[in-house]
């Protein structure tokens, strides 16, 4: 006889779809604007133009044959036709891939390929980094550029976005389906291997964006002007373009190629109270502000939210002590969708000149609302919440991912239903958690992991190199930077060396500085020994010539 668990209840089986959270933007906060910059000045368009135009994208992509399950990818800056792509894909069935343009270009092939894209939305800018790689392609249809069509372009089956739209039919009521449906598809930064591929569901959106909107988290709010700095082909934008169209905040995007100072324009034009960004965001705002000579103001900002690696104190302490602006944190992964923790100590920015919260400030704060977290030892042991012991992180989620796409690294990424995120990590008393070191000695510069390993890899490919290991070093504007240490069999330029990684990297993993020694530290086991090389390094003691 099979068990049961007691009696159903009697309430609505509505699907938890994406296409609702812009229904709410549309009908209650109709008249809330996207502000997106633009060359001449600003472009205003509300929430319900938007949803007009996501209908009629939605048509479009219909009538290119664009059909539920596809890929469709977006190779884009954060602008209002991107956020109009975020709510047309899924909302027909299909798969937003959010393509990193930042990847390296056989990376971003690869993710392109890997999806099995149907077709590309790109912003007219990044056409030629499209063009460099299409013969690669193999799976896109269709591409549709935002904006002016290039002339000459080598691309095929090239659509102008606003000519598709006005030509559409649009779809009036956006189709029904099960909330498992995917909705998104995201991939990792690709530090070991190639990028691994997260698919985003209907129901992890809608839960993710929910819990941005609660107290002691983001606290997204119709009362809110967020300036998104964090790119949307990154992550989905951290989810916040799903969260400010739920609660109908005032959503300002920076458009194409932003630079610190455009950013800081803004913030004085568009008077936004929270900044997103990555730690490096708000350093580079810092310096550009202070560059001017504080002529533009910067007193909107209540909170500046700088993710991907917990804020300097120094940095923390400066937003509050200089602009009255509190700096929060928090802590995600891509497989997370990516928010786990969320840590927002202090209420006001006198608080921070108290050392001690300003520490709790910048730990990564207690698990969202939904979210379970654990360290566990090397046996898989879970660990006490004592302040004190130290083990690797593991979580679960309605959020978190069960496995990767068309991925055999699914296998070891989970440890009895726990996902293993390879965060070394403590937690306190208070539940707070606190990220203490990095798996695999991955370096993070400006919100973005670089492998060291692959950086060896490459360097000792060079005949020149003997060996060669790369650490983390500290920055004030990017927190950490790669630098090289290369053991040479003859002398080679350092140029050469950086020009050899830059052939085949992005441009910001390639180390700033080679420094060139007689010999690599080793631990007895014939292993660098990287504790010991920082710790040489900061005291200028490391062996070189």
């Known amino acids: 006889m099979e068990a049961t668990f007691g009696m159903d209840g009697l309430m609505m089986d509505q699907p938890l779809l994406v296409k609702r959270l812009l229904w709410r933007a549309e009908h209650v906060f109709g008249t809330a604007e996207v502000v997106t910059r633009v060359p001449d000045g600003y472009d205003h368009c509300t929430y319900a133009g938007v949803a007009h135009r996501v209908r009629r994208l939605a048509g479009a ?55 099995g894209d149907r077709a590309v939305l790109v912003d007219p800018d990044l056409v030629p980094l499209l063009e460099a790689i299409s013969d690669e392609l193999t799976t ?25 739209l006005a030509a559409a039919e649009p779809i009036d009521e956006l189709p029904e389906f099960d909330e498992t449906t995917a909705a998104a598809l995201c991939y990792t930064s690709g530090t070991t291997g190639d990028p691994k591929g997260v698919v985003y569901s209907h129901r992890s959106t809608v839960l993710h964006a929910l819990v941005l909107c609660a107290k002691d988290s983001v606290e997204v709010s119709v009362h809110e002007r967020f300036l998104l700095a964090t790119p949307m082909s990154h992550v989905n934008a951290w989810g916040m373009p799903y969260a400010c169209v739920l609660q109908g905040a005032t959503l300002l995007l920076p458009g194409v190629h932003p630079t610190p100072d455009d950013l800081v324009q803004i913030v004085h034009d568009q008077r936004p109270t929270t900044a997103v960004g990555a730690v490096t965001v708000g350093s580079l705002m810092r310096e550009a502000w202070q560059r001017s000579g504080g002529a533009r103001r910067l007193d909107s900002l209540r909170r500046l939210w700088l993710g991907g690696q917990a804020p300097p104190a120094a940095e923390t302490a400066w937003w509050a002590r200089t602009n009255a602006t509190i ?164 002398d080679v330029p350092a140029e050469e060396l950086l020009a050899h990684l830059a052939a085949r990297f992005p441009r910001f993993w390639v180390p700033d500085r080679v420094v060139f020694v007689r010999q690599i530290p080793k631990t007895s086991v014939g292993k660098f020994d990287k504790k010991r090389i920082r710790a040489e390094l900061a005291a200028g003691a490391l062996d070189s010539h």
């Not at 591409?143 to 598709?164: D, F, K, N, Q, W």
């Not at 004592?386 to 699914?410: H, I, M, N, Q």
């Open 140 to 164: 896109v249809r269709d591409v549709i550029v935002l904006g002016p069509l290039p002339a000459g372009t080598t691309l095929r089956s090239v659509h102008s976005y606003e000519e598709l």
């Open 61 to 115: 992509l219909r009538g290119l044959g664009v059909a539920p399950g596809d890929r469709v990818a977006t190779l884009a800056w954060n602008t209002r036709h991107h956020l109009e792509a975020y709510f047309a894909v899924p909302g027909i069935g299909a798969v937003l891939h959010t393509a990193n343009h930042r990847l390296s270009p056989p990376q971003l092939a690869y993710t392109i390929n890997h999806a």
């Open 327 to 490: 700096v929060v944190n928090g802590w995600g992964m891509t497989e997370l969708s990516p928010l786990g923790t969320f840590c927002s100590v202090a209420t006001t920015p006198e608080e921070l000149a108290d050392p001690a919260i300003l520490e709790r400030q910048s730990r990564q704060g207690p698990p969202l609302p939904l979210v379970e977290m654990r360290i566990v030892d090397e046996t898989g042991t879970e660990l006490p919440w004592d302040g004190e012991s130290v083990g690797e992180l593991e979580v679960r989620a309605p959020w978190a991912a069960s496995g990767y796409f068309r991925d055999p690294r699914t296998v070891g990424s989970h440890r009895d239903g726990w996902l293993r995120t390879g965060d070394v990590s403590v937690f306190h008393p208070d539940g707070s958690m606190h990220v203490k070191d990095r798996c695999k000695d991955l370096i993070k510069s400006g919100g973005e992991w670089i492998s060291s390993v692959e950086l060896e890899n490459a360097l000792m490919a060079h005949p020149s190199v003997r060996e060669a290991v790369v650490v983390a070093v500290p920055d004030p504007t990017w927190v950490e930077r790669p630098l090289a240490c290369v053991e040479t069999h003859v």
